[in-house]
């Protein structure tokens, strides 16, 4: 009797795959509806991993992953082509900059120390080329 895990998204699927294995769990078999890997979502969806999540769980979880992704490349030998990026936001209005600022506080809240550095400029305008 085998074990059946059904995902409609790659990477969730395989990576709940691969740790049944690593505890153990031999005979799971996963379904999925493509036949073809990348073919749903996953191709598009590296360059968002965004470490700050809604809450405390969800953003450990995503640091896990940072960390999964360069220990299974040195596991495996395998290139995942993973590479940990940061992000720049821009504040055009006071809705987005509150946004911010609230991004902020919960990135204080989750690390105790705010990988957040902001910096505010009131006048002036940036050209493009600039």
């Known amino acids: 009797m085998h074990r059946l895990w059904s995902s409609e998204e790659e990477s969730s699927g395989f990576s709940t795959l691969y740790h049944l294995a690593q505890s153990g769990i031999r005979d799971a078999i996963l379904l999925w509806e493509s036949s073809q890997l990348t073919s749903g979502t996953t191709w ?9 999540r809604s809450s405390k769980n969800l953003t450990e979880l995503i640091r896990y992953s940072f960390s999964f992704f360069d220990e299974l490349e040195k596991e495996t030998g395998q290139a995942t082509g993973w590479m940990q990026t940061g992000s720049l936001s821009i504040a055009t209005n006071q809705e987005r900059w509150t946004h911010i600022l609230r ?13 957040i550095h902001l910096r505010r400029r009131s006048q002036g305008t940036l050209a493009v080329d600039e």
């Open 103 to 115: 991004q902020q506080s919960l990135a204080k809240l989750f690390w105790s120390k705010s990988p």
């Open 44 to 52: 598009h969806s590296a360059a968002q991993v965004r470490a700050l």
